[in-house]
């Protein structure tokens, strides 16, 4: 039994006395004083478990003492107060706990009372110092938390990059149910001018659903930096939540990108309400559904990455919003539904879309604490080419390192499953590629390697892309040939040289295909919205020397960037 410290005051030193060896038999020790000045001196010095004080005493009464007791206790431990009183009158009493007293004993004192309720208030304090204890732990934990909190707010703040958040013909809106958001937007324009964004939507609130998003966020980045293509960067993402998340925290997410050069919008998605297609006076011209499980569900053999393709034939914009928007309450138990979301943005001007929406979302919610986060992300896809907004400079920039040389073969089974041109991109910067060139290198690669895989490889005929509903059926029939692709070769050689005006990029891919006659090709018509027949016209006005080689199935490039190279070697060029 834990022993008690007693404080007694009475100006009867008998009294007092006979309480302080009472107190001593019982195993408590006890101090005694004869007035209220000595006794707030004793209790500003040390602790005590227990006092008892008399009603009556010269100078300072029990009363007036019994309340700067309990102002010197405020903030610490409580000790409980017994007054000692001659008067055992109802109204005594109750003076005596208004004051501050816990509990009241009639004189001549009842020892046997005494110690009833020294023990009574003994497991009363035992109970008080657990209760302390348990609240300091949680202030402790609370601090813990509230660091942890901090910590990943700030890592989630460094992980997004909000200048491409705010990039031209991008809007966004993400509002936590916590404090910090399950949900994440990522945006990214790669080299070659394409546009990726991405909706990820973690399982559960706040902290856990938070953290479970910090190995999707780069590896996003570092794919669409490079231009990598959609269906590979989802299985990547899906491979990554499931090597570093727990097996039940799984990641919703849609993905999407758009290429302005060929007016085609590509969505993949996984979890997260259809995703919609709007024109430019709202009205919805198609709707991406997700036809996919979450990223973290399934092993990388049985992960499904195939993706929508869409055609712009007019300025659109694509709309990508969590559950957590829809499935919002208003006061009655209403969600904001599909309908509703759809009705908000009829007659609204893009530009006014996001903020138009965000009035009627939380005048519905008229109050109601938001139950789920609730983010939107609203891409433009415009059909003119500069509204697309200027490309970001990227950092970490590699300076030319002069002259050098690659080469590759590709087989069918690499054709079929690797995404090359940006393993290819990336050896071009790591080796020295003139960071003016990036972007030019990284279009022109990847016209020609996709002229040579889908005609030359594949032998698809571009016609079919401007037949009724074309482009779609060309990329159903592409995905077919590939897959059932037993044969074909691919080869890639670049090389960058100082001549004595700048640095010349030279690019030849050469395939396995039965090749074709230059001059039988029609060149397309500029005012046409036709989606074929516009790769080498591309090529052939970003680059000083474009030729087609050998049976039409080999194409050589060389693309000029100017710039200060005194003494470097001459190099002469000649167009076809």
Known sequence: MKSLRLLVVDDDRLIGEAIQEFAASLGHTAV????????????????????????????????????????????????????????????????????????????????????????AFRRTADLQAQISRKNRELIRLREAQEEEKRIAQHLMARLVRNEYLNYPGVQHMIYPASLLSGDLLLVCPSHNGDTYVMLADATGHGLPAAITLIPLSQTFYAMAGKGFQLASIAAELNQQNRQYNPVDRFVAAALAVFRPREHILEVWNGGIPPALLLSEDGQVLRTFASRNVPLGVLPAEEFINETELCQIREDAQLILYSDGLIEGCNPAGEQFGKQRLLDVFKG??????????????????????????????????????????????????????????????????????????????????????????????????????????????????????????????????????????????????????????GRLLQVTVCDSGKGFDLQTLTPPDPASLAYHGRGLQLIKALSQTLEIRGRGNEVFVELHCPGSTAGAPDTNTQSM
């Open 32 to 119: 005694y004083v004869n007035g209220g000045s000595e006794a707030l001196t004793q209790f500003s010095k040390q602790e005590f478990d227990l006092v008892l004080l008399d009603r009556v005493m010269p100078g300072m009464d029990g009363l007036e003492l019994a309340g700067k007791l309990r102002r010197l206790q405020q903030g610490g431990a409580w000790c409980p107060l017994i007054m000692l009183s001659g008067f055992s009158e109802v109204d005594e009493q109750i003076e005596a706990l208004n004051a501050g007293c816990d509990d009241f004993l009639a004189k001549p004192i009842n020892f046997h009372v005494l110690e009833a309720k020294i023990h």
């Open 348 to 501: 609204v001007a893009p530009k006014q879309r996001l903020e138009h929406l965000r009035r009627k979302a939380f005048s519905y919610l008229d109050g109601q604490p938001i139950q789920d986060d609730l983010s939107c992300l609203l891409l433009d896809c415009p059909m003119d080419l500069h509204s697309t907004g200027p490309e970001l400079e990227r950092q970490g920039v590699v300076a030319a390192f002069g002259q050098w040389h690659f080469s590759v073969s590709l087989g069918f089974e690499q054709l079929k499953h690797l995404d090359i041109v940006p393993l290819l991109v990336s050896w071009g910067q790591a080796l020295g590629l003139d960071q003016r060139m990036r972007s030019t290198f990284n279009l022109v690669l990847s016209e020609l390697i996709s002229n040579a895989l889908d005609h030359g490889v594949l032998e698809l005929a571009s016609s079919i892309k401007g037949e009724v509903d074309g482009f779609e059926r060309y990329m159903d029939e592409r995905g077919r040939r590939l897959q059932a692709l037993q044969h074909g070769q691919i080869e890639v050689e670049v090389e960058q040289k100082e001549v004595r005006d």
